[in-house]
């Protein structure tokens, strides 16, 4: 209860309640919406069951698994679409779904202002990651990403999408040129989706509180404000520790690797391979998974586990009641940088 509270903006017992009866409205609603449009807009070549494939791939792009059972969206640019809104979707979060409908519902259209401030972090840094990665993929692979324009296009938008949550690809990731797109994908998987959403990875917000974070110390300014609030101290120590507690996690699993694959996989493969276990996503470069040793795939499977719950397990260790000192230091001056 308390976990749904801290991470659903809930205030009280009964909101988070009603939060998750929203979640199931949401959930079923937008899938069946997916399920819709798939079913209208795609070709499914010789499909036996169209309905099932429709719902499958619906259901799997909104909760961010990546799975597929087919090779529909290699070719299609309708399914690319559709898919890439229904990752956004599960990808922004549950609360920011419901931060939109209630100012939807109460006034018949959306007014930016009273809007939470997570929901307007959530959207505007989703919306520039994706921007950022569609100009990247464009500007950097546009050689592998189709024929035409529309198709390049597509292409960037849709694997810029997938890429931070999901793991759905139609391009082999091998065929890339140089490392610099493998890079950028590895910092999008590492920032993920939104919180109290169905991705993975450090979170929006909290690549968004640093930003402030360090914006603000190199401004030489004392209080961190987005807009026209402040965020507490907690939030930013909190912020840090995911964040720290994220890069150690991916640092040694990947020295692990480096270790158990014994130089036989490129580096920067096992790096790609190791954030997108810990961020959850799914996606490879070439047969890089397939090709790793026993050792190896114990490593990603732990990996996996810990990027699933560790924040979970970092939330509790966080909202333990703290033990408040009758005494304090002197305070300490350091050198530093």
Do not use: C
């Amino acid at each position: 209860q308390q976990i749904i509270s801290e991470n659903f903006n809930s205030k009280t017992l009964l909101s988070g309640k009603s939060l998750l009866k929203k979640v199931l409205i949401f959930s079923v609603l937008i899938e069946l919406v997916g399920a819709l449009l798939i079913f209208l807009f795609t070709n499914f070549e010789s499909s036996d069951n169209k309905i099932f494939d429709s719902l499958f791939h619906s259901v799997s792009a909104f909760n961010n698994a990546g799975f597929t059972i087919s090779n529909y969206f290699e070719h299609s640019i309708n399914l690319k679409l559709t898919l890439s809104i229904l990752i956004f979707l599960g990808a922004i979060g549950f609360p920011t779904l419901s931060d939109l409908s209630k100012n939807i519902n109460s006034n018949k259209r959306l007014k930016w202002v009273k809007l939470h401030l997570t929901t307007r972090i959530s959207l505007i840094t989703s919306l520039l990651l994706i921007i950022f990665g569609t100009i990247t993929f464009l500007a950097l692979e546009s050689g592998v990403g189709g024929e035409s324009t529309l198709e390049k296009i597509v292409n960037g938008f849709f694997h810029s999408t997938s890429a931070r949550t999901a793991g759905f690809n139609s391009i082999d990731f091998s065929n890339f040129s140089n490392y610099a797109i493998l890079i950028i994908f590895i910092f999008l998987m590492f920032i993920g989706a939104s919180p109290g959403s169905t991705g993975g990875g450090i979170k929006t917000n909290t690549f968004t509180l640093l930003f402030y974070s360090s914006l603000a110390t190199l401004r030489g300014k004392k209080n961190i404000e987005i807009g026209t609030r402040r965020i507490s101290e907690n939030l930013i120590h909190k912020s840090y520790v995911i964040f720290l507690f994220s890069l150690l996690i991916i640092f040694f699993g990947w020295v692990m690797l480096l270790i158990s694959e014994r130089n036989l996989i490129d580096p920067i493969n096992l790096l790609f391979e190791q954030v997108s276990a810990y961020s959850t996503v799914g996606l490879s470069v070439g047969e890089t998974t397939n090709n790793l040793s026993f050792y190896g795939k114990i490593i990603i499977m732990i990996t996996m586990f810990l990027g699933r719950i560790g924040t979970l397990l970092m939330a509790f260790s966080l909202m333990q009641k703290k033990q408040k000192a009758n005494y304090q230091y002197p305070e300490a001056h350091l050198m530093v940088g």
